[in-house]
């Protein structure tokens, strides 16, 4: 979860897909931001051009805003910085099965964490997203495989 559905996100809705496919994985996976303002949106351009360049395709997505039902519908619910957790925390309902957790936490060696904005920076700064958060879905996905095998 991010701000507005149209950078991170998507990026990081994707990397998953792709992990999850890739280790057979059957997983309700999607994305969304804290606000409404790109809802209907598709990905930022400079995103869908990381996606190709790393050879997964994000035109199918669209921005879209998280619900309280997104607290029912998923047992994980990752935020791309603090003041998205912090955002949810406050949106959580009390009676929630949904574990909040930051996307870096799957990468505690990286010493950071939160997942860079790039929208408002250089088209490089995407690259450093898709970085962060395709590393960190393939942690999780171990991580989730692990559990499943356990």
């Known amino acids: 979860m991010c ?3 149209i950078c991170r996100s998507p990026l990081a809705e994707i990397a998953m897909r792709n992990e999850a496919e890739q280790r057979n ?4 996976i999607d994305s969304a931001g804290t606000g409404s303002w790109h809802t209907g949106d598709p990905p930022d ?6 996606a190709i360049r790393h050879g997964l395709n994000v035109d199918q997505l669209r921005a879209r805003q998280v619900t309280p039902d997104d607290f029912q519908r998923f047992d994980h619910i990752i935020a791309m910085d603090r003041s998205h957790l912090s955002f949810l925390k406050k949106m959580k309902p009390l009676e929630s099965k949904a574990k ?3 996307m870096l936490d799957f990468l505690p060696h990286s010493g950071r964490k ?3 904005d790039p929208y408002y920076g250089p088209d490089a700064g ?12 393939a ?12």
Do not use: Y
């Open 45 to 50: 351009p400079r995103a869908r051009k990381t």
């Open 126 to 137: 995407f690259e450093t997203t898709w970085q962060d958060v395709s590393a960190a879905c």
């Open 25 to 28: 994985l059957l997983l309700d």
């Open 114 to 116: 939160d997942v860079v």
């Open 3 to 5: 701000t507005g559905n």
């Open 139 to 150: 942690k999780m996905a171990e991580q989730m495989l692990d559990d499943i095998q356990d």
């Open 100 to 102: 909040l957790c930051l």
